[in-house]
């Protein structure tokens, strides 16, 4: 055995899953709030994480969105904005990937947020049209390195609150937007998304490929916290030369708005 793969199987800690972490984001929070200076203000009840980015871009074009003051994390700024019906909500842009966009959840929890609601763009798997569509996540295929840590995840985890889903559901019905609900695919390595993992995915029903997830509703499960994900499928993996990467007006960000909305809906009807 050559000396690169010597130690082939490191020492890894323990991952005790019932003991609790010694660094908390309360921890970090406090002390970012005592660096710069911010007040201790809590953020929106309902937070969105916006990978992409096309929300945040579109509050700021648009002049909708504000920076929230009390937002104390070090990565990432926070914007909130009104929905129509005066509901403030707060949107985090760009927290690509399980652990960043883990990292920002726990973040927004300890800050006061109820709900945390990810839409993120994402690979079609199963074919049920044309994009873009989203598909309300019911189950992740754990295809990333992050719920292990907070659960013993099985091969998919399951969305953390069906019953909110099920609201959220209902809810998404009177919107006008073209909505599945099913299973996706988490995964690390988009690059390396191959014909055949791809296959075994879509022979598992999975609709979408997508990076957060798995991990975002192992830590709603952890610990007992609202968690709801979306996939905004826009494309087929770049393998359709000059139709694929299409969101729709304003880059996708009004349908993610009306699909925020109907997530605030669900919220509200389990009060």
């Known amino acids: 055995m050559d000396s690169l793969h010597a130690d082939a199987a490191p020492a890894l800690p323990p991952r005790a899953l019932d003991a609790p972490s010694v660094f908390r984001p309360e921890h970090l929070l406090r002390e970012a709030r005592r660096q710069k200076g911010l007040p201790e203000i809590a953020v929106p009840a309902v937070c969105v994480l916006d990978p992409d980015g096309d929300l945040v871009r579109h509050l700021r074009t648009t002049g909708r969105g504000r920076v929230h003051q009390g937002w104390a994390c070090y990565h990432t700024e926070l914007l909130a904005f009104a929905l129509e019906d005066g509901t403030e909500v707060g949107v985090v842009g760009c927290a690509v990937g399980a652990p960043f966009a883990v990292l920002v959840a726990e973040q927004l929890f300890a800050s006061g947020c109820r709900l945390v609601a990810s839409i993120t763009s994402a690979g079609r798997i199963v074919d049920v049209g044309e994009p873009p569509y989203f598909v309300l996540i019911e189950r992740a295929l754990c295809d990333e390195g992050t719920s ?20 959220v559901w209902v809810a998404l019905g009177t919107s006008a937007l073209v909505v599945h609900r099913g299973a996706s695919w988490t995964t690390d390595a988009p690059y390396r998304e191959t014909e055949a993992a791809i296959g075994h ?16 509703y192992a830590l709603g499960a952890a610990q007992s916290a609202s968690v709801i994900c979306f996939a905004h499928v826009t494309n087929t993996m770049g393998r359709e030369d000059g139709a694929d990467f299409e ?16 997530a605030v809906a669900g919220l509200r009807r389990g009060a």
């Open 247 to 262: 969101k729709g007006e304003a880059d996708g960000a009004l349908a993610s708005i009306r699909v925020i909305e109907a």
């Open 201 to 216: 995915a879509a022979g598992l029903g999975v609709l979408a490929v997508e990076m957060e997830a798995a991990a975002l």
């Open 148 to 167: 292990g840590h907070y659960v013993a995840a099985g091969a998919f985890m399951p969305a953390p609150d069906p019953a909110l889903l099920e609201r």
